[in-house]
């Protein structure tokens, strides 16, 4: 069994581009959740996927996609970057199912838009 | 809107001392409560849930609903509980909402 995995660790960006990155769940896992935290904040909830299709959105802005593939690897996409996107961005994976269910979270990627 | 407090960001106990991490949330429905613990240079993971009713490393939490609460405690701190701690809830599994976390620290 694998954990979650994210990549990249870190990456530096400039206001306005856009930006990719990507989580591979932990194995037989079907739902990917995706979070922003910022310094000092707890988990910002940004949206699930689930059979490939956007399961469920916080507060966030249409310029925050995502993919979820049949493998259950999933993207994050942010469009027209501005520098409040600087933060720690974590995916995590979970069965379905059981709103009881244990999501296991990845390393994070840190992202920096200067 | 769903919201999840925790009033402490740091919080210092004597190791054997008994320790309450406190959490409130505001939703109107029936939630789900967890407890997620990050240690030094690790990943965030589960620690507790409510509808598991568990005891995990010596940490209860019970749910308030009169109160809306779901405070986190242990009798006897250890040195090794020293970590960063996150409340959440989820309504329908599909969206969580975490609170900003508190840092504990056990002081030998």
């Known amino acids: 069994e694998t954990g979650v995995t994210q990549s990249p660790t870190h990456l530096i960006k400039t206001r306005g581009q856009q930006v990719t990155l990507r989580c591979s769940s932990q194995?037989?896992?079907?739902?990917v959740s995706w979070y922003q935290q910022a310094l000092g904040q707890g988990p910002q909830f940004i949206f699930q996927y689930y059979r490939e299709e956007e399961n469920g959105r916080g507060n966030f802005p249409p310029r925050f996609s995502g993919l979820q593939f049949p493998n259950y690897s999933s993207e994050l996409n942010v469009n027209a970057l501005e520098l409040d996107d600087s933060a720690l961005y974590l995916c995590a994976s979970s069965l379905i199912g059981d709103r009881g269910s244990e999501q296991y979270f990845g390393p994070g990627t840190r992202l920096t838009v200067t | 809107a769903q919201r999840v407090t925790q009033p402490e960001k740091l919080l210092s106990v004597f190791k054997g001392a008994p320790v309450e991490l406190k959490c409130n949330y505001s939703?109107?429905?029936?939630?789900?409560l967890f407890w997620y613990v990050q240690y030094s240079r690790q990943r965030l993971q589960l620690l507790l849930r409510h509808i598991s009713r568990e005891s995990i490393k010596g940490f209860t939490a019970d749910l308030n609903k009169g109160e809306t609460s779901f405070h986190l405690k242990k009798p006897f701190a250890q040195e090794e509980d020293s970590a960063m701690y996150y409340c959440a809830l989820t309504n329908t599994g599909n969206q969580f909402y975490f609170g900003t976390g508190t840092s504990l620290t056990v002081i030998p």
């Open positions: 194995s037989g896992h079907n739902t």
């Open positions: 939703y109107s429905g029936s939630p789900e």
